[in-house]
């Protein structure tokens, strides 16, 4: 049976299930980019507070601004907006669960009409994204709101039809602004240092290009909270299709995920908010160290193993993590690396933090692939893994491990294996990274040649030196000798 409303009393009875009446439902939340992470962690949320029997006036409608989105929008509406989650425990655990706190699913407009007009509607008090690291337009050069991409300059000259989420949230800003109804809270659930203060220049920074008044009465009136989130989220393949039908759950996009959550939220919601801390999460003033030690160790941590396992053909990271020298890599770069700069929160030393994140990737219930993780590798060097060499090489901290992670990278986008099988493209600017890797093969300083990736980073000898030294060592004697090399170092 196909999963809906009306045949959520015939699921397996061990499958949790909303008890709530989805009829009585209400809208509070937009959410733009529903992929599979925010319906196993915002989502999630709110479906919990509605398990207890509150915050059914934050249902979430569902909106995206690629025309992809459609799929996933008539997949969902065929279920009554149901998802599956499933819970993979390293012990062999699978807690199912049907979540049901999405109300709606917008269409997908060139134009973003249906997503202006739903943010322009009073009861949505919050619009949350997950747009992925590289969605928020930044400039490499200072991390500002680039003002020379095509989509930006596209949505200043047409803020009626926006191709942009952020110039989708600055016309409904208008609209609500103009008709009494006041502002609301932009909530980023993506992976970024500070993705509340980048949120609100991509918003603010857009609106000043067509309209002055307007990008002041944002910046004054809506807030933009900063968030850390967490959870490991695969994408969906057969396998985990195959996971759910087993459980006789004819769910078209269910989702797998494992045994930990963590979200760490500043309370500054403009318009009201549902009391997340009843189901787990965390308002705190303290976000920036959380989101800085996520970043700086697992988010860090996943760029480290997966471009090696890439190269090497291993398909998931917690095959990655089997392999003795990708582990022993990860160990010893996050160790004498990279936590040197993470400052630790208060009873939380950050090597116990390294080690749950260990046992999180070493977790071989979930199939996370090296794929998934590898993928815009662009926008997560620069988010990940660069500001830490960038602290290396002010205080004069190694950054010889780093100089190999960055060196497996440029390998990696030679685009071929060890084994000579071609590696699919797996970012926004592939062909650019191909080019530059291929070139960089006879000389090393082409790929830190790459302004928009690595600033004046090229211009340090200390990690210029480093990396030619490993790049020249991958091509001459492979990934795995490189490795040992930099693991048997003191
Ligand atoms: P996904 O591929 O399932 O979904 C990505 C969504 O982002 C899609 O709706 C897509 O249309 C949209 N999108 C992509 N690029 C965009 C752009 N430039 N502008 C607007 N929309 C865009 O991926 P996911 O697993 O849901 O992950 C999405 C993001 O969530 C990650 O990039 C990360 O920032 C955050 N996150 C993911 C995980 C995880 O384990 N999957 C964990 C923590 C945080």
């Known amino acids: ?202 918003v603010v920074g857009l609106a000043r290009l067509s309209d002055a008044d307007l990008a002041d009465w944002i910046d004054r009136h809506c807030s933009f909270p900063n968030s850390m989130v967490d959870c490991i989220v695969p994408a969906t393949g057969p396998a985990e299709l195959q996971r759910v039908r087993a459980f006789g759950i004819d769910d078209d996009v269910p989702v797998t995920h494992e045994n930990f959550r963590q979200w760490v939220i500043e309370d500054t919601f403009c318009a009201g908010r549902p009391d997340w801390s009843l189901v787990g999460a965390e308002f705190s003033d303290h976000v920036h160290q959380y989101e800085a030690r996520k970043i700086r160790v697992l988010n860090a941590g996943h760029q480290v193993l997966a471009n090696a396992a890439e190269i090497l053909g291993v398909e998931n990271i917690s095959d990655a993590m089997m392999q003795p020298f990708i582990h022993a890599l990860f160990r010893k770069v996050l160790t004498d690396e990279i936590i040197p700069h993470v400052d630790p929160l208060p009873g939380s030393p950050v090597i116990e933090y390294l080690d749950l994140i260990d046992r999180r990737f070493a977790n071989d219930a979930i199939i996370d692939t090296v794929r998934r993780v590898a993928f815009d590798g662009s926008a997560r060097h620069v988010g990940f893994i660069l500001p830490t060499i960038r602290d290396g090489l002010a205080s004069g901290h190694p950054i010889e491990g780093l100089a190999l992670v960055e060196a497996l990278w440029a390998r990696m986008c030679e685009g071929m294996r060890e084994d000579g099988s071609q590696i699919e493209a797996n970012d926004p600017i592939w062909d650019m990274l191909t080019a530059t890797a291929a070139a960089a093969r006879q000389s090393p300083s082409v790929w830190l040649e790459m302004q928009q990736i690595y600033g004046d980073l090229g211009q340090h000898a200390r990690f210029a030196d480093a990396f030619a030294k490993w790049l020249k060592h991958i091509y001459e004697n492979g990934v795995e000798s490189a490795i040992q090399l930099y693991v048997e170092q003191n």
């Open 1 to 202: 049976t196909s999963l809906n409303n009306n045949t959520l009393d015939a699921l397996p009875s061990h499958v949790v299930r909303p008890h709530y009446d989805r009829t009585k439902m209400t809208p509070g939340i937009v959410h733009i980019g529903v992929g599979n992470f925010h319906r196993a962690h915002l989502a999630w949320y709110v479906h919990r507070l509605m398990q207890q029997g509150q915050a059914l006036d934050w249902a979430i409608i569902g909106a995206g601004v690629r025309e992809h989105d459609a799929v996933m929008r008539e997949k969902l509406l065929g279920q009554d907006c149901l998802t599956t989650l499933i819970e993979l425990d390293p012990l062999g655990a699978q807690a199912t669960e049907v979540t049901g706190a999405m109300l709606d699913f917008l269409p997908v407009d060139a134009d973003n009409k249906s997503l202006i007009q739903a943010m322009a509607d009073p009861r949505i008090r919050i619009v949350t994204t997950t747009i992925t690291e590289g969605g928020y337009y930044l400039d490499p050069a200072n991390q500002g709101l680039d003002l020379t991409h095509p989509d930006i300059i596209y949505d200043a000259e047409n803020p009626d039809r926006p191709r942009t989420a952020f110039g989708a949230i600055v016309a409904a800003l208008r609209l609500r602004r103009d008709s009494g109804v006041g502002p609301f809270t932009g909530l980023s659930c993506d992976n970024l240092q500070a993705n509340g203060t980048i949120f609100r220049q991509a």
